[in-house]
């Protein structure tokens, strides 16, 4: 009679392989919304849905992932794959362009709206206070690549700040109550 060999998966490895797929979706998810964008004519920098992705991400994946997705969706663009907005000459071009200063601040984005959500209720509200701490993280970044850019504050706030104050709202809010619905249907108490 032969003997039959059983080969047992272990477990450390398939949540591994699971979390690096959720990694890899999470930035395949902002390289969609990154599709949603409207070149404006009058800045370089295009109003996209990019922004949304990125705290949405953070929001559902927490600090630790959200710094790994944002990170590889950095590695995917400097590498050529078409996961910037289109408006965007892309790969590494995009990265030292005038929306560079923004993407480089995307996983630190994800990484402090990450850490507080997850030290926090998991309520709307604080779901919208991460929000708004991940739009200065972004701003401080884009806004200074802009100035170094243009070699103007004012310039840089003029093209990077002032035409997205109300869309950046607006993101904040539908992520956060993604967010915090998520969390509502999948926490242990319901």
């Known amino acids: 009679m032969a003997k039959v060999a059983i080969q047992t998966v272990d477990p450390r490895s398939l949540e591994w392989t699971k979390q690096a797929a959720v990694v890899v979706g999470a930035s395949l998810l902002v390289a969609l919304c990154a599709r949603v964008t409207v070149p404006l004519p009058f800045t370089p920098v295009p109003l996209t849905l990019q922004n949304f992705g990125v705290l ?25 794959l078409p996961v910037f907005n289109p408006a965007g000459p892309g790969g590494i071009a995009q990265i030292l362009g005038p929306t560079g200063g923004f993407l480089m601040a995307y996983p630190f984005v994800a990484f402090a709206v990450g850490w507080i959500y997850e030290h ?7 779901a919208v206070l991460s929000g708004v701490a991940g739009e200065i993280v972004l701003f401080i970044g884009g806004l200074t690549w802009l100035a170094v850019l243009t070699h103007s504050v ?12 109300f869309a950046e709202v607006i993101k904040i809010l539908m992520a956060a109550g993604v967010a915090s ?7 242990p108490q319901n």
């Open 56 to 80: 949405t991400v953070a929001l559902l994946l927490g600090s630790r992932r959200g710094f790994a997705a944002l990170a590889l969706y950095l590695v995917e663009g400097a590498s050529g």
């Open 120 to 126: 926090s209720s998991r309520r709307f509200g604080w």
């Open 154 to 165: 004012s310039t840089a706030i003029k093209l990077g700040l002032y035409w997205f104050a």
């Open 181 to 187: 619905r998520w969390h509502k249907r999948t926490s």
